[in-house]
């Protein structure tokens, strides 16, 4: 008796909590490309099963590389090598620190990566804000940073980062660089930021995908269709 009640009562709280769950299913219906980012948070991933999840295909990838001047992920070669394998576009991701020092932070990043043809443009992750530090000096900053990287690669990098951030130190600024931008509130990224370098929205952070345990961050490519292979690395 006690057995079933248990299995009842657990039947009913995983309905309870898929009833209330918010939905993303319209985001998934509208956009065609989505993705998602991860990290050595993420633990022991499945690749193979990530590119046979079912309720959307995972088109893409981000990858953290490094994170300020000397850190680089744990987890970043495994998962480099097995995205790739799996068939899954992939790019790698810097966790910017705006009180470092950008040109080795840059160095860290380009130490540890190297894109081939096919591999997603580099992303610049600026989400730390320092409420101490002169909005203009930190711009200054995130500019060398993206000059090395791209004079690097040969590719203008994705700028990544949310609403706040992104109205403080983004917005009418680096215009030729991709943005990504996550936002998971709204249901709708173009009714709240309007720019014409709007290419990714990270949409969820509580994303469920065959093949990672726990949540995982989702994205969907908001541009053209056709753009998608403009943030490709090419020959």
């Known amino acids: ?46 690749w193979q099963k990530i590119a046979e999840h079912d309720d959307f295909k995972v088109s893409f990838c981000f990858l953290k ?3 300020g001047s000397t850190f680089q992920d744990t987890k970043f070669k495994t998962y480099w090598n097995e995205c790739k ?4 576009a992939r790019g790698a991701y810097h966790f910017y620190h ?3 020092n950008a040109s080795d932070q840059a160095k860290n990043f380009i130490k540890s990566v190297k894109l081939t043809r096919g591999d997603l443009a580099p992303v610049l992750d600026f989400e730390k804000d320092s ?15 993206l000059q090395i ?41 173009h009714s709240l930021v309007k720019n014409p370098n709007l290419k990714i929205w990270q949409y969820t952070e509580k994303g469920r995908v065959a093949g990672i345990p726990g949540h995982v961050d989702i994205n969907a490519f908001v541009g ?3 753009d998608f292979e403009s943030l490709k690395i090419g020959d």
Do not use: C
């Not at 394998?85 to 899954?88: D, F, R, T, Y």
């Not at 409420?131 to 940073?145: F, Q």
């Not at 040969?154 to 030729?176: A, E, L, Q, R, S």
């Open 1 to 46: 008796m006690f057995l079933n009640f248990s299995v009842v009562f657990t039947l009913l709280l995983h309905n309870f909590f898929v009833s209330f769950a918010p939905s993303n299913n319209h985001i998934i219906k509208r956009y065609n490309i989505h993705g998602i980012d991860v990290s050595h948070h993420q633990r022991n991933v499945d």
């Open 65 to 67: 590389a490094t994170e």
């Open 85 to 88: 394998e799996a068939g899954i």
């Open 98 to 100: 705006p009180t470092r």
């Open 131 to 145: 409420p101490s530090a002169n909005v203009a000096t930190v711009r200054k900053s995130l500019t060398k940073w």
């Open 149 to 189: 990287v791209e004079k690097y690669y040969g590719v203008k990098p994705i700028i990544y980062t949310n609403t706040f951030i992104y109205k403080k130190y983004i917005k009418g600024h680096f215009k030729g660089n991709p943005l990504w931008l996550a936002d998971y509130k709204s249901g709708n990224i």
């Open 224 to 226: 053209a269709e056709e």
